[in-house]
């Protein structure tokens, strides 16, 4: 039962892995199993090889396992998983293009995508600029986790998309498929408007 409730978490991983995205154990993927519980990937685990062992149950935000280390971003997936009710799973990768927008766009505290049919891709059907907020990357993690549960507080999420500068997106959705489909959708927008405003 485990390991087919996480095998879409392991392919996707395994995709994103030889893209790039994951490179020397970074990134972090999780799914929730109820309102107090989520698995997510252990700490220091090569995502290209993903295997279901390779998660952890968390109940209740608590990283104290028996069997091994939670990955330090737990507390930003639980703080999500608490903001957003609908999410089902939430992939944290270590996108290039969207590392680079964060960067340019750190002062203005989001990255503003307009006109790009891929916006419908993060579920935005309307001809609307789309905001991707950015937040600092601290060496404590729970001041992230709280500056983002502090913002979405003031205001709802406009897409299933965080950036955090220097750092990687977080993406969520209400199946595994979904978040995948919303992680692909979010590298393609973050590339062509990166390519884009670089040449002008």
Known sequence: MKSEFLDPLISAAHSFSRMGWLLATSGNFSRRIDSKRFYITK????????????????????????DGK???ETCIH?????????????????????GLCGRRDFQDTQTLFSGWEMIKGLGVWEDVG???????????????????????DGEP???????IVGHGIYVWGDTPALTRAHLEAAAYLFKVDYLEKKRI
């Open 43 to 66: 700490s220091g685990k090569d995502k290209g090889e993903l295997a279901p062992e390779d998660f952890l149950e968390i109940v209740n935000g608590d990283t104290t396992c028996a």
């Open 70 to 72: 939670a990955s330090a």
């Open 78 to 98: 639980h703080t999500l998983y608490q903001r957003f009710e609908d999410a089902q799973a939430i992939y944290h990768v270590h996108e290039p293009y969207a």
């Open 130 to 152: 789309v905001g991707i907020p950015i937040f600092s990357n601290h060496l404590d993690v729970q001041k992230i986790a709280d500056e983002i549960e502090a913002f979405f």
């Open 157 to 163: 999420a406009q897409v299933p998309v965080i950036n």
